[in-house]
């Protein structure tokens, strides 16, 4: 990783600094890139958004790997001050598998923010990612991103967006009382505007950036609600256990359904 900063935070160019030297240190010539992706590519990333950092391997880490991994991702958490190092997340994913999305790829080892631990999801592996490393991923080192991913068409961005769109609709939907905690109900409606953004535009677009879209786009009705989760956002993660405001928990099962069918899905229970 060269000098020249990244992102707008040098405090976080200072963390990926170190984070690329020490996974260099590990892995070798193993690794192809380190990237970033998320909204620090994006654009519009602040004070309160995690890092999304993406490592591109030529092989599958090895079992040996892992805890010389996860030691590592505990040193830059416990060894570094500051919010940076403690809100990184991203998975480590081999390049042939990274190429192109298909079905019943295998999980990737991947560390949540927050998190010093690798731990087996699919969080990292869906179009939508793809896309924006193709479009906006930031080389920490190697090749770039562009280089190593095939178009994402905005007919497969679409499909898997209202895709995601119904599933985790009909979860949310499910469990009303989970709209009581401040932070997961302002990150479910602005995910929501995000959503609805790509729908319109077929491209991924920031929160903020889809936040101020959806005050114009969408019902009238909606706009201070969203404004209101939109601010919730501030300080998020030292506020994880805050309580919403009462009416605004009771209106996000009616903002998802509305939000479903503009997406022109059949609405969910």
Same mark, same amino acid.
């Given at each position: 990783?060269?000098?020249?900063?990244?992102?707008?935070?040098?405090?976080?160019?200072?963390?990926?600094?170190?984070?690329?030297?020490?996974?260099?240190?590990?892995?070798?010539?193993?690794?192809?890139?380190?990237?970033?992706?998320?909204?620090?590519?994006?654009?519009?990333?602040?004070?309160?958004?995690?890092?999304?950092?993406?490592?591109?391997?030529?092989?599958?880490?090895?079992?040996?790997?892992?805890?010389?991994?996860?030691?590592?991702?505990?040193?830059?958490?416990?060894?570094?001050?500051?919010?940076?190092?403690?809100?990184?997340?991203?998975?480590?994913?081999?390049?042939?598998?990274?190429?192109?999305?298909?079905?019943?790829?295998?999980?990737?080892?991947?560390?949540?923010?927050?998190?010093?631990?690798?731990?087996?999801?699919?969080?990292?592996?869906?179009?939508?990612?793809?896309?924006?490393?193709?479009?906006?991923?930031?080389?920490?080192?190697?090749?770039?991103? *562009? =280089?190593?991913?095939? $178009?994402?068409?905005?007919? %497969? /961005?679409?499909?898997?967006?209202? &895709?995601?769109?119904?599933?985790?609709?009909?979860?949310?939907?499910?469990?009303?009382?989970?709209?009581?905690?401040?932070?997961?109900?302002?990150?479910?409606?602005?995910?929501?505007?995000?959503?609805?953004?790509?729908?319109?535009?077929?491209?991924?677009?920031?929160?903020?950036?889809?936040?101020?879209?959806?005050?114009?786009?969408?019902?009238?009705?909606?706009?201070?609600?969203?404004?209101?989760?939109?601010?919730?956002?501030?300080?998020?993660?030292?506020?994880?256990?805050?309580?919403?405001?009462?009416?605004? *928990? =009771?209106?996000?099962? $009616?903002?998802?359904?509305? %939000? /479903?069918?503009?997406?022109?899905? &059949?609405?969910?229970?």
């Amino acid at each position: 990783m060269s000098k020249q900063n990244k992102t707008n935070f040098p405090e976080l160019d200072s963390v990926l600094q170190h984070l690329v030297e020490r996974l260099l240190s590990i892995l070798g010539n193993n690794v192809v890139g380190i990237y970033l992706q998320g909204s620090h590519a994006v654009g519009d990333a602040d004070e309160d958004s995690d890092c999304d950092v993406m490592v591109v391997i030529q092989e599958p880490l090895a079992d040996e790997d892992i805890p010389v991994l996860n030691g590592m991702h505990q040193q830059l958490f416990d060894e570094i001050d500051g919010y940076w190092s403690k809100h990184l997340e991203g998975s480590y994913f081999p390049a042939d598998l990274l190429r192109k999305w298909t079905p019943d790829q295998p999980l990737l080892h991947y560390f949540d923010n927050g998190s010093t631990q690798l731990e087996l999801s699919d969080h990292d592996n869906t179009q939508v990612v793809r896309w924006c490393m193709r479009e906006y991923g930031i080389t920490l080192f190697g090749t770039p991103a *562009a =280089a190593l991913i095939d $178009d994402v068409s905005s007919d %497969a /961005l679409i499909r898997e967006v209202r &895709e995601v769109m119904v599933e985790w609709g009909r979860e949310l939907l499910a469990h009303p009382e989970r709209f009581g905690n401040c932070w997961r109900q302002s990150s479910v409606v602005v995910s929501y505007c995000r959503m609805l953004h790509t729908l319109e535009t077929g491209r991924v677009h920031s929160k903020p950036a889809s936040v101020k879209w959806a005050g114009t786009a969408l019902d009238p009705q909606w706009r201070d609600f969203i404004n209101r989760a939109q601010a919730n956002r501030k300080g998020q993660f030292l506020r994880i256990g805050d309580r919403s405001l009462p009416e605004d *928990a =009771a209106r996000t099962p $009616d903002f998802l359904r509305y %939000a /479903l069918d503009v997406a022109g899905e &059949e609405t969910v229970n």
